[in-house]
């Protein structure tokens, strides 16, 4: 049995702003939630008050996070229905020991795992062979993978197409801002935004971004041995229940060429 307490008058407001943020009318917003116009607008006024079902069928709707579901349900009256387990918890260890295992099977290829603010919490070799010649004060633990891409004393000199790289990573931060109005993905961006354009950087294309299979992007980066050619995807966890494995995402770099893959296969 659940029990509920009063709800905050800030219920009605939060739900309006995440209507709003996905750009849906009430109208919209009823007929995919299968509930009435009106009740709806009761709900979102105060003079109504939600059930617990009704504040997650709504929040499922609208694709709000589960962090940001927790807290429509606290406003609403009701206990939080998602869990955020400790680093020790067994599940929570069991969870990272299997993105572990995907980021060392990924090897020799770079693959990383970041979580929502894009702090690296797990790299396998592919990632740290990469990594030459950084600040060292940028590897300091916590280690933002952004900041160590676009940060003039990171990776951004050797990017070879960093103008198009930087349009892709602020394209999604300002895509997840949208979805989510997290504070810290603001504040990442407009540090990242500070950061100067490195000297002699190839003017951007806005068509070199369209890979033709349309599903990854180009990731190019000067080493001593040529050019390294890759393609960047991202793979999430859409059907976690627990908070931080769904705010978990492993960032994978294919190679684009025979040549990157030759380089990076021992033995190639």
Same mark, same amino acid.
């Given at each position: 049995?659940?029990?509920?307490?009063?709800?905050?008058?800030?219920?009605?407001?939060?739900?309006?702003?995440?209507?709003?943020?996905?750009?849906?009318?009430?109208?919209?917003?009823?007929?995919?939630?299968?509930?009435?116009?009106?009740?709806?607008?009761?709900?979102?006024?105060?003079?109504?008050?939600?059930?617990?079902?009704?504040?997650?069928?709504?929040?499922?709707?609208?694709?709000?996070?589960?962090?940001?579901?927790?807290?429509?349900?606290?406003?609403?009256?009701?206990?939080?229905?998602?869990?955020?387990?400790?680093?020790?918890?067994?599940?929570?260890?069991?969870?990272?020991?299997?993105?572990?295992?995907?980021?060392?099977?990924?090897?020799?290829?770079?693959?990383?795992?970041?979580?929502?603010?894009?702090?690296? &919490?797990?790299?396998? $070799?592919?990632? !740290?062979? @990469?990594?030459?010649?950084?600040?060292? /004060?940028? +590897?300091?633990? *916590?280690?933002?993978?952004?900041?160590?891409?676009?940060?003039?004393?990171?990776?951004?000199?050797?990017?070879?197409?960093?103008?198009?790289?930087?349009?892709?990573?602020?394209?999604?931060?300002?895509?997840?801002?949208?979805?989510?109005?997290?504070?810290?993905?603001?504040?990442?961006?407009?540090?990242?935004?500070?950061?100067?354009?490195?000297?002699?950087?190839?003017?951007?294309?806005?068509?070199?971004?369209?890979?033709?299979?349309?599903?990854?992007?180009?990731?190019?980066?000067?080493?001593?041995?040529?050019?390294?050619?890759?393609?960047?995807?991202?793979?999430?966890?859409?059907?976690?229940?627990?908070?931080? &494995?769904?705010?978990? $995402?492993?960032? !994978?770099? @294919?190679?684009?060429?025979?040549?990157? /893959?030759? +380089?990076?296969? *021992?033995?190639?």
């Amino acid at each position: 049995m659940t029990t509920a307490t009063t709800p905050s008058p800030d219920f009605g407001p939060m739900l309006r702003l995440w209507r709003n943020r996905r750009s849906l009318s009430q109208l919209a917003l009823s007929a995919d939630s299968e509930i009435s116009q009106r009740h709806l607008s009761f709900i979102e006024s105060g003079r109504s008050r939600p059930s617990r079902d009704m504040v997650l069928r709504l929040a499922e709707t609208l694709s709000i996070p589960l962090r940001d579901r927790n807290a429509l349900l606290v406003a609403a009256g009701f206990a939080p229905a998602y869990r955020e387990r400790p680093a020790d918890d067994p599940e929570s260890a069991a969870a990272q020991r299997a993105v572990q295992l995907i980021l060392k099977h990924h090897e020799p290829f770079p693959a990383l795992a970041i979580d929502r603010h894009w702090t690296m &919490l797990h790299a396998n $070799a592919g990632i !740290t062979a @990469l990594l030459d010649g950084i600040d060292p /004060a940028l +590897l300091e633990p *916590p280690v933002n993978a952004l900041r160590l891409t676009l940060h003039p004393s990171g990776l951004a000199p050797r990017i070879d197409n960093f103008r198009e790289w930087r349009t892709h990573i602020f394209h999604r931060l300002n895509g997840l801002i949208d979805q989510t109005a997290d504070p810290g993905l603001v504040t990442l961006l407009e540090e990242l935004k500070s950061y100067p354009v490195p000297p002699g950087a190839a003017p951007y294309r806005p068509g070199d971004m369209v890979h033709p299979a349309g599903i990854a992007i180009p990731f190019r980066l000067r080493t001593e041995h040529g050019v390294l050619s890759f393609l960047s995807t991202t793979t999430v966890f859409g059907t976690a229940l627990d908070i931080a &494995l769904s705010e978990l $995402a492993i960032e !994978t770099f @294919l190679p684009a060429d025979d040549r990157t /893959a030759a +380089l990076l296969i *021992p033995g190639g």
